[in-house]
């Protein structure tokens, strides 16, 4: 449930700073009789405990002058002090009035004003000054703590960002890179966007051999390439058939009446190259029908059924798709691998599908295969290599056109099955800013994310249901599971009308029920919108 509460802040007390004053102490001198008529304003004598030097002459006749004149003042105190008030008094009024003749132009007054100027305050330029003071945060209410505490999620991991703003609501390890599972699909589809281009495609070619009745098949990396007669759908929209690239080998081959019949057929699968089956993966992502090896060379995705998204894999897809192109040709009665002659004449070839539908399969179905495809196609196309050990460069080259910063992030594979890839949440939350302002050729990703309720895996009877079916139609994202985790990331269009986007990671010890917790921590974003507290 939503947990809605309020919050206040508190305003430090202010304080004054406290002055102290002092009166000090004036001792009236002693009365003493002289005649002397000389005033004197201030004397200073030394103190009985200093010792007296010899005077000289000027200064003993000095002394006596002083002497009759401090006595003087002694005896008439009184009269001298209305005397001095009575002169001090008529030059203040002498110095006004010298003041008033200067302001208004007239003769040079008697006695001169001086201006002292007012300081410029200066500031020590090794001296911090301070910076303005932040605005106050939003106090934000609307909290999902339940929902993040079910322990369905186990190791639990996630971020949430205002796409229009950019700020982070809520954050739980979202910094940390971290396994994906599936959502990887995001990276790999978005740098193929980048690096080949939504209308990219490969081919599949066939060209004469060097031995007299021999041709080549030689494999551009077209996972889709199906062995089914023309017309047939399988689960690749827009594949190309091996019975068109028979046909077109067969006119060519015939169209020089020197050539013999054809009896030898090369297999060519060196685009790819290093292992088949990267060693991270669990074998049973084969055997269960989710994953095949990965060859330049393959029909249907090595599927047993090209007309099921889970079907068992070979451990040769590469023969298969031999056996399958030497039953269209005919009369084939050898089958080898090797590589194309350079310069060899070219008999035929056909085109996969374009990247743009390709990413589309790789996300709303999370076929693994394809997005394999596209991430060693991206490598290739960048210069990285043609390896599983190149993926990582490729894939992050491509990453980098959108301006997210990558660092920490490693790319094992495509698809998201290895536990060695890590992507920290943060990047996905800002990656999926770019994704839904449809920047670039994002655009096509954006189109291709499964929906709540509605499409691909967020549209099964187990996703969103219930008391999640508030949010149908409001996420739109990639999900992912692997043994040790279950992820998605993407966009919401919460309930207040703020578009967010999140990433959500529940890893380690998980079950199947790890998706309803997901989906429901989802919701509870849906419903918070940008009053999302991060408590």
Known sequence: ?????????????????????????????????????????????????????????????????????????????????????????????????AAGVASSGGAAASVAAVTTPTPTPTVDAARPVPAAVAAAARLRTCS???????????????????????????????????????????????????????????????VKGAEPGSVVLVGGGDATLSRTPGGTETVYPGAAHLDDLAAQVEAAWSADPSNP?????????????????EPSWNLKEREDGYMSNIAALMVDGDRDNPGSNTSWRSGDPVARAGDAFASELGGISVIERGTAPAGAQQLGQVQSPTVAQLVDKALVVSDNTVAEMLARLVAIETGAGNSFGAINAGVLQGLAAYGVDTTGITIVDGSGLSDNNAVPPAYLTRLFVKINAREGNLGVLMDGLPVSGQRGSLGYDDRFSGDNSVADGAVSAKTGWIDTGYTLSGVVRAQDGATLTFAIYALGDVTDEAKQAIDTLTTGFYLCGDNLSNQ
């Open 1 to 97: 449930m939503i947990d809605e509460t309020d919050g206040a802040g508190e305003t430090p007390d202010e304080g004054e700073p406290s002055v102290a004053a002092g009166d000090p102490s004036i001792a009236d001198p002693t009365p003493d009789s002289s005649d002397s008529e000389t005033v004197v304003l201030t004397t200073s004598e030394p103190e009985a405990s200093e010792a007296a030097e010899p005077a000289e002459p000027a200064e003993q006749a000095g002394s006596g002058v002083l002497a009759a004149i401090a006595a003087f003042a002694r005896k008439h105190r009184l009269p001298l002090m209305i005397v001095g008030g009575v002169v001090a008094f008529g030059l203040i009024g002498a110095g006004a009035m």
């Open 144 to 206: 999902v703590a339940d929902r993040a505490a079910d322990g369905r999620l186990a190791n639990f991991q996630a971020q949430v960002m205002n796409a229009a703003t950019g700020e982070v609501l809520y954050d739980r390890g979202g910094t940390t890179a971290s396994r994906t599972a599936s959502v990887m699909k995001v990276l790999t589809s978005a740098a193929a966007l980048s690096v080949l281009g939504p209308d990219y495609r490969t081919a599949t070619t066939v």
């Open 261 to 277: 019949p054809l009896t030898k057929l090369i297999l060519d699968a060196s685009y790819f190259s290093g292992d088949e089956w």
